[in-house]
């Protein structure tokens, strides 16, 4: 059986955000360091064999601290590497297809703005639900916002974990637990990229916004 995923402080990577020098392999190791608790490899810039390189070294950093390794959108990249899962969006494959080529093991997550987007992936299998963009963020200029009446119904809607996603930083956090608190719901995590991979110190950006979380929680 599966062991129970801790979504707490989900890294989702972004090679973009990184400062001058800084590896992305060293930025997630500093960043599970600081604890993050699940990373989403997501490279929509590299080609296949670029990508399953740079996978390969990053789950070899995850499994050496018990961390998960999920791929964003690319289910064939999941496969070669064996993953721990995959995430995707609601123009990749569908969730219970994904199950279907990955497994009954694997995490599967997919991004929902909508209750009836939220209400298909868990008819598909989905283990979990990324959630946003809770705010504006500048490392998808695509995404669209989820106010937090939405993600009440969506959390009524579904018994699924639901991981909040987009412009959440140090700053933004405070005002995304006093939504949340304010509208009577829960978030089982927060996604964030450039909080901590913009950070020249990501281990400390990763544990400020850990600590932050939790004394929340």
Same mark, same amino acid.
Request: hydrophobic share 45%; glycine share 6%.
């Given at each position: ?31 599970i360091a600081g604890g993050v ?55 990749? %494959? ?9 497994? #009954? =093991?694997? !995490?599967?997550? &997919? $991004? @929902?703005?909508?209750? *009836? ?17 809770v705010f504006a963020t500048h ?36 005002? %995304? ?5 304010t509208a009577g719901v829960t #978030? =089982?995590? !927060?996604?964030? &990229? $450039? @909080?901590?991979?913009? *950070? ?18």
């Amino acid at each position: 059986m599966r062991k129970p995923v801790d979504y707490s402080l989900y890294l989702v990577t972004d090679q973009s955000c990184l400062p001058t020098g800084i590896s992305l392999a060293n930025a997630v190791e500093q960043a599970i360091a600081g604890g993050v608790t699940l990373v989403q490899l997501r490279e929509k810039n590299l080609d296949s064999r670029a990508f399953f390189e740079q996978a390969l070294q990053i789950k070899t950093i995850c499994q050496a601290q018990h961390v998960p390794l999920l791929i964003n959108d690319r289910v064939d990249i999941a496969l070669a590497i064996d993953a721990d899962g995959v995430h995707v969006g609601q123009s990749d %494959l569908p969730a219970d297809v994904a199950r279907r080529l990955l497994g #009954a =093991d694997k !995490i599967i997550g &997919v $991004s @929902a703005r909508t209750v *009836a987007q939220a209400r298909q992936a868990q008819t598909d299998g989905a283990d979990y639900l990324g959630v946003g963009a809770v705010f504006a963020t500048h490392t998808k200029h695509d995404a669209k916002t989820v106010d937090i009446a939405t993600f009440a119904t969506m959390r009524a809607a579904v018994d699924l974990p639901m991981v909040a996603i987009g412009g959440i930083n140090a700053k933004t956090l405070p005002t %995304l637990q006093n939504n949340l608190s304010t509208a009577g719901v829960t #978030a =089982d995590g !927060i996604a964030v &990229v $450039s @909080a901590i991979l913009g *950070a020249v110190d990501t281990r400390q950006a990763a544990a400020d916004l850990k600590q932050s979380w939790l004394t929340y929680q």
